[in-house]
């Protein structure tokens, strides 16, 4: 049953399947090649993490979620990433350093190519890489979950044009202060970024 409920949100996380689209059983059942007895623990599992809505009678959705709730989201994780950001400093290794370093540099080459596919995805492997240093598996799990609901929000944060230039400067902030193993510079630069990202939700996904 897990595999199944990994490879659902998985695929929700991917944007396989979009805000509000319904999810039929007997379709979903097929493609991962299982019961819709295990299907149905998968999908309620999901509804628990605010990815999926089950509707009496009507199945299963994906669930929407609102401007205002992203933003109130968005709260919570700058809250939590921030210790994270200060945890990872604490805890990073000389080798972990190297790999953060690396990740700057390619993100920096993504924004001078124009390559915000790629830049996105470096994004969000520096965010997972900061939470694997930090090793705090109740943070990473609450991040996680958060993640999971804000999959359309971050999509079209993406797409605002010259927000790239505007994180990058972020990031590597985040970057510094971790290699630096300086834990209230980087709890600071992981607050600064959060607060970026909601300012910009707040102009953004409220048109």
Do not use: W
């Amino acid at each position: 049953m897990s595999e199944v409920f990994d490879e659902l949100r998985g695929a929700i996380l991917r944007g396989e399947y979009a805000p509000l689209q319904r999810l039929i059983e007997s379709e979903l059942a097929e493609r991962y090649g299982t019961t819709r007895s295990v299907l149905r623990t998968a999908l309620t599992r999901l509804a628990t993490e605010g990815m999926v809505e089950l509707q009496p009678n009507r199945g299963a959705r994906v669930r929407q979620i609102s401007a205002e709730e992203a933003i109130e989201i968005t709260e919570i994780r700058r809250a939590v990433e921030a210790l994270v950001a200060a945890r990872a400093a604490q805890r990073v290794t000389d080798d972990e350093i190297t790999s953060l370093r690396a990740l700057g540099t390619a993100m920096s080459a993504a924004v001078e190519q124009m390559d915000m596919l790629g830049y996105s995805e470096l994004n969000a492997q520096l965010h997972s890489t900061v939470r694997r240093i930090a090793d705090h598996r109740t943070a990473t799990r609450i991040i996680e979950q958060l993640h999971g609901q804000m999959v359309r929000h971050q999509f079209r944060l993406a797409l605002v044009p010259g927000r790239p230039s505007v994180s990058l400067p972020e990031h590597l902030a985040i970057i510094d202060a971790v290699c630096a193993r300086d834990p209230e510079q980087a709890e600071r630069a992981m607050r600064t970024h959060l607060d970026s990202v909601m300012k910009m939700l707040t102009t953004v996904v409220t048109r």
